[in-house]
């Protein structure tokens, strides 16, 4: 199979399947992203309906934290995700894990979608939410690093940063998919349609979306790294133990480096929304507006910025994102002060475009961080805990700050210590040995030819 569409770059000796590399590339940013649908449409109703839903006996800024807070159970999940499926895809191979993940987070969305209200139901109605939310955080968890590794381990590890960009294109077309539809959703019915009903139409579509990510996945084999690991006797006996005891540099490394993005990302695509229409008297579907035009950019943006990453030191890259976003993140409250729609637009958009110069490098520089037989296990450790002290925190830290001061500028200033930590991370990390993906996927080449030899 991979000998009949290897090719072999001259140039960088590195080996690619090309017929695999499309299929790996289209199986990482669909299912990515189709996850990420389904986790973004959580996030958009936790500020925007959740509170009236569930907590409908706070009041407006309890329910909103209330309401972030079973967001935040979906981060904090999100690590037992990457030790169960992370462990997985060292043991068993990236597909397997994939398609797994896909189909837990689509049946839990679901769910969400058909759970009757507290008015229904009283106090288990949030109780069953913060379930279902804390089952599409495990399946979050025990996403990204296979995903990642599918189109990597495919591709020319010398251009790693460009081909594992496919998974992080993947969050802002999920976003864009979400807001979309909830946008379309309030332009086209009552406030209190919406409220009542039209809000659960989001959740539901995750089946039509999460049927055709797995169809695709089903249709691929493992990558050639893994399969020449595997035959190789190379394979960790105890991934998740020999992470924490010959791995705690790059561990360390990899969680720092991903707290800004995770901060400044739920900035701009999450607490946008709180901050946008109760603060500045914003409509909802201008916010929902600005968010889309945000993250079609970085559909081009992620890419492209991984593609940089591989001509220019991608721990620079990184850096130099890191620093633009922690400034922007101050500037964008003066900017969206006056309460101007447009302004609203550049806000947001610029935002999520550094977001995208770090987004983009950041996969090929957590995962090159490992070796390859722990390649999976530390890199989905690194993706999940980093997420439970950057993603999961930040909605509830701006909420606080907010409440507590009525002021953006504390905000501004836990962003920019995100941002110091996340320089922290890139110093301490590694940069990239190609040689190491290119001696499993020679040996891939070389074991399919005699398996050729073998049946002739």
Known sequence: MIGESTSVDADRSAPVDKKGLAKAFAASLTGTALEWYDFAVYSAAAALIFPQIFFPDSDPLTG?????????VGYVARPIGGFVFGRLGDVIGRKQLLVITLLLIGVTTFAIGLLPGYDRIGVAAPIILVILRFAQGVAVGGE???????????????????????????????NLMANGALAVLTVSMTEAQFESWGWRIAFLLSALLVGFGLWIRLKLEDTPVFKALQESGDRAEAPIREVFTTQTRPLVAAILSRIAPDVIYALFTVFAITYGTRKLGFERGEILTAILIGSAFQLGLIPLAGAISD?????????????????????????????????????????????????????????????????????SLAYTIAGVFGGAMAPLIFTYLLSETDSWVPIAVYVLIVGAVTLVGLALGRNPDPTEDEHYALLAIENARHARESEA
Do not use: C, D, K
């Open 144 to 174: 990204w690093g296979g995903a990642v590794l599918l189109s990597s381990e495919y591709g020319n590890p010398r251009q790693r940063g460009f081909w594992s960009s496919a998974a992080q294109i993947g969050p802002p077309a999920g």
């Open 64 to 72: 909103t934290l209330l309401a972030f807070s079973t967001y935040a």
């Open 311 to 379: 001509r220019i030191n991608r721990r620079l890259v990184y850096a130099v994102a890191a620093v633009g976003g922690v400034a922007w993140s101050a500037i964008f409250f003066v900017v969206i002060g006056g309460g101007s729609f447009p302004l609203l637009i550049v806000g947001v958009v610029v935002g999520l475009a550094f977001h995208s110069f770090m987004y983009g490098p950041q996969a090929a520089f957590v995962t090159e961080q490992f070796t390859v037989a722990l390649r999976s296990t530390g890199s």
